[in-house]
């Protein structure tokens, strides 16, 4: 299969801050990331798809205003969480497809944001 | 109603059972299937990617795809310890949410010695 990577793994901030997070797909060129929330013991919710060159498409009560995506090339997405609050905390997970794995997506290992 | 329905269990099993996850699903337009397994607080790797009804096997795992009854399943043999993990199912309708995942909730595994 192929490797998507995160980074960070983990990371702690003060309420009020941006805290950016990114995903890199190591090993192929990723036409289309996905960046997904969990909560403790629940699955995971896509929160936005974003396609290399054009903005992201936010699911339903994703505020894109505070979840910025950033997809600048074909190995690199960014998730920036924009003053963040307490209630931001939670395990971010990012997914890549393209190239020759079609339809599969490939997840990274996730970032751990906790906001104080 | 959730559009993919999945036992949280939590299932706890003798090394060496067969076990059997399963999951429904409500939209018709589903077209892919796919079962994750999620270690704790790692990302999901991808175990089993099935399109059509019917089985596929790979090594221990076995995935079930009914969609006259839109019911998957994912049977390990031999269980082993290092399955213990949260199993996700997934599917895609393809087309215009074409790579849009829907999750179920995740069953937790255990296999003990």
């Known amino acids: 299969g192929a490797v998507v990577s995160q980074h960070p793994s983990r990371v702690i901030c003060k309420s009020g801050t941006s805290v950016k997070i990114e995903c890199r797909s190591l090993d192929f060129q990723a036409t289309t990331m996905f960046w997904y929330r969990q909560f403790p013991k629940q699955s995971l919710m896509l929160m936005a798809t974003s396609n290399e060159g054009s903005k992201a498409t936010y699911e339903q009560g994703v505020e894109k205003d505070k979840f910025l995506i950033n997809h600048a090339s074909l190995t690199l997405s960014t998730l920036t969480v924009t003053s963040a609050h307490p209630e931001d905390s939670s395990f971010y997970i990012c997914?890549?497809?393209?190239?020759?794995?079609?339809?599969?997506?490939?997840f990274g290992p996730g970032t751990r944001l906790t906001v104080l | 109603q959730k559009e993919v329905e999945q036992d949280p269990g939590p299932l706890s099993v003798p090394e060496g059972a067969i076990v059997s996850l399963n999951c429904t699903y409500s939209n018709s337009a589903f077209q892919y299937f796919m079962w994750y397994r999620q270690y704790s607080r790692k990302g999901p790797e991808l175990l089993m990617y099935?399109?059509?009804?019917g089985n596929k096997e790979d090594g221990r795992f076995t995935a079930q795809v009914d969609k006259s009854s839109k019911y998957i399943s994912l049977f390990i043999r031999d269980s082993q310890p290092s399955d213990s993990a949260t199993y996700l199912c997934a599917t895609n309708a393809g087309g215009t949410s074409y790579g849009k995942l829907t999750f179920g909730q995740g069953t937790i595994l255990t296999v003990h010695p």
């Open positions: 997914s890549a497809r393209g190239g020759s794995h079609g339809n599969e997506q490939f």
């Open positions: 099935t399109y059509s009804s």
